[in-house]
């Protein structure tokens, strides 16, 4: 990190509860996916989780009897804790509102189940104005679920 980088850093204490992202998402249940941030290095990663309980409406018809995370809802999370990366790097980000603009490389390696607890790991690739690209993936057990590039664009 160059010195000037140094100055500017982000010091955040660790870890996040739910309150605390909630200050910093617009998203409430039932679609705030991320209930913990354990590590963060400002405009460089994080690490956030997601305890998947059998109580989410999606398990509803997703299926009965077999209930199953929706991919989609994996990929949501992931953004969530990608946004957080960019919020708590750039507090003024903090209030404003990002949006999906893309998703590239998704691949699903592993069904997720009530009882899981998702890990997210994202890296940031680049920020160039407004638009944040991301790599992230997802782990159960220290298994890959879901990986994937993510894009967001902050209006």
Known sequence: MKASEEQ???SVQMPLDAKAIMDLLPHRYPFL???????FEAGQSITALKNVSMNEL????HFPGEPVMPGVLILEGMAQAG??????????LKGKVAYFAGMDKVRFRRIVYPGDQLIY????LRQKGK???MAGQAF????????AE??????
């Open 8 to 10: 500017n850093a982000v």
């Open 33 to 39: 996916l991320v209930d913990r941030v354990t590590d």
């Open 58 to 61: 999606h398990f509803l018809g």
């Open 83 to 92: 946004v957080l990366l960019a919020c708590l790097s750039h507090p003024e």
């Open 121 to 124: 790991r994202l890296t940031m």
């Open 131 to 133: 638009i944040i690209k």
């Open 140 to 147: 159960v057990d220290g298994q890959l679920v879901t990986e």
């Open 150 to 155: 993510l894009m967001a664009s902050y209006l």
